[in-house]
């Protein structure tokens, strides 16, 4: 008796648990969506996307099934991917299906907002370097522009 009482309990811990880590992650997806909405992409923007991403990694290397599920199956909750968060079932089955398409919407608002705006000046390289070429990704070849202290009379 004593041991279901302790798997009940350690269930109830870690949907508990993954519950509130699902709506830690939720809060970081609706803040990256609405500062894309609104123009603005700034270092709180780049550590929310990255809890995102991070947990989109983790998921997606662990065969797009939650971690945590695999855990809650051990203490005796019933098979499936709804077994370890308190959300209901229909919401809970279809969030990769509903997170997607928010993740591509996130990152085509976010690149927006980036190639808006004004080119800017690294410290030290005397150039003017857009702003989405800053992080000299594989996507956007680097572009610098001459200042106007840099060209010649």
């Not at 780049?46 to 809890?51: C, I, P, S």
């Not at 005796?76 to 969030?95: E, H, K, M, Q």
């Not at 996130?106 to 800053?134: D, E, F, K």
Request: aromatic share 10%; hydrophobic share 50%; proline share 7%.
């Amino acid at each position: 008796m004593r041991s279901v009482v302790s798997r009940r309990a350690a269930v109830v811990a870690v949907k508990t648990v993954h519950t509130l880590a699902w709506f830690s992650i939720e809060a970081c997806v609706v803040y990256v969506l609405v500062a894309g909405l609104a123009g603005r992409t700034d270092k709180r923007v780049g550590v929310a996307a990255a809890v995102v991403a991070g947990e989109s990694l983790v998921f997606a290397g662990n065969g797009f099934r939650c971690p945590l599920t695999g855990l809650a199956e051990r203490y005796g909750a019933g098979s499936g991917s709804v077994t370890d968060i308190y959300l209901p079932r229909w919401f809970a089955r279809n969030l990769p299906a509903i997170h997607v398409p928010l993740l591509v919407l996130m990152v085509c608002l976010h690149a927006r907002n980036l190639r808006r705006q004004r080119p800017i000046a690294l410290p030290g390289r005397g150039r003017m370097v857009l702003p989405w070429n800053r992080f000299g990704s594989f996507c956007f070849p680097v572009l610098s522009f001459p200042r106007s202290s840099d060209t010649p009379d």
